[in-house]
């Protein structure tokens, strides 16, 4: 489990896959500091698990889920044919729609 005050690489493969998400922890520094127990708490809020700022089983097994989900949709996301890039609307997250 890591929370506020753990340290070190899983931290830091922590805060990369939340920044990946759009769960921005701060630095990517392997320092569990209340940024990134806010993006923790954030994403727990958002994956409908118990918010309590702690990545323990439940909220890494949610994590990961999201991080495949995440690459199925970019992989699936091509750019159109003519070079133009994505389409804006398709890039914006579910929350920018309310």
């Not at 005050?5 to 920044?19: A, I």
């Not at 003519?82 to 920018?96: C, T």
Request: glycine letters at 14%.
């Amino acid at each position: 489990m890591l929370r506020n005050g753990s340290s070190g690489l899983e931290v830091e493969k922590l805060q990369e896959s939340l920044k990946r998400i759009g769960f921005g922890p701060g630095p990517i520094d392997g320092v569990f500091g209340p940024k990134t127990e806010a993006a923790v708490r954030k994403f727990q809020e958002h994956a409908e698990l118990v918010v309590d700022g702690i990545a323990g089983p439940k909220t890494m097994g949610a994590l990961e889920e999201a991080l495949r989900e995440a690459k199925k949709i970019k992989k699936e996301m091509k750019p159109p044919p003519y070079g133009g890039g994505y389409p804006a609307e398709s890039l914006k997250s579910p929350d920018d729609k309310k």
